[in-house]
């Protein structure tokens, strides 16, 4: 399926589902990967959060507005973490921490970013439910993700990410 690229308006053809950004050229894709500043002019095109990530260490490179309004944080307390660590999930409290403890390996979201960076593969609206820390506070959460790899990196787009009512079970 042809469309537009989103940075240069330019006609591509699209190889892989691009379910974040919609369709990017190589060139442009490029040119935004090699620039901390391009990513975040083209990420914070969007309404939704984007998480902009590196492979080795997972980590966020940098993250739109969006992300940073939704999170409640800074773009330093974004920047370098790990994405349990931006949503303050309670795996990545743990001495093995976020990604690296026994309850990550079953965790949907972590397993659709790694599979994006291990095969290129995009996904649209992985949906899981997470323990977040909230003011002291163990609080379920809805999230649901899409994710697409941009060159070495990964968009990660928070889909969704609502607080669930007290007694809710995972």
């Known amino acids: 399926m042809d469309g537009l ?6 006609m591509v053809a699209s190889r892989e589902p691009q379910f974040v950004s919609h369709g990017l050229c190589d ?18 095109r969007f309404d939704l959060p984007i998480l ?6 997972r980590q966020v490179v940098t993250a739109n507005q969006a992300a940073c309004d939704q999170f409640g944080k800074e773009l330093p ?15 990545s409290f743990t001495e093995a921490g976020c990604g690296k403890d026994q ?3 079953e965790c949907k979201v ?18 899981t439910t997470l323990e ?3 003011h002291g506070r163990d609080v379920p959460h809805a999230i649901e993700v899409s994710t697409e790899k941009v060159g070495n990196h990964a968009l990660v787009r928070i889909d969704r990410f609502v607080r669930l009512p007290a007694g809710h079970c995972s």
């Open 5 to 10: 690229c989103m940075a240069c308006m330019k």
């Open 52 to 57: 902009y990530m590196q492979g080795d260490p």
């Open 103 to 105: 309850k990550c390996e």
């Open 132 to 134: 977040i820390r909230m």
């Open 27 to 44: 060139s442009c894709a490029s040119a935004i990967e090699s620039s901390v500043v391009g990513v975040t002019s083209l990420i914070n």
């Open 77 to 91: 307390l974004v920047e370098g973490r790990r994405g349990g660590q931006v949503f303050d999930c309670i795996h």
């Open 110 to 127: 972590k397993n659709a970013i790694v599979d994006t960076f291990v095969t290129g593969t995009s996904h649209r609206a992985i949906s």
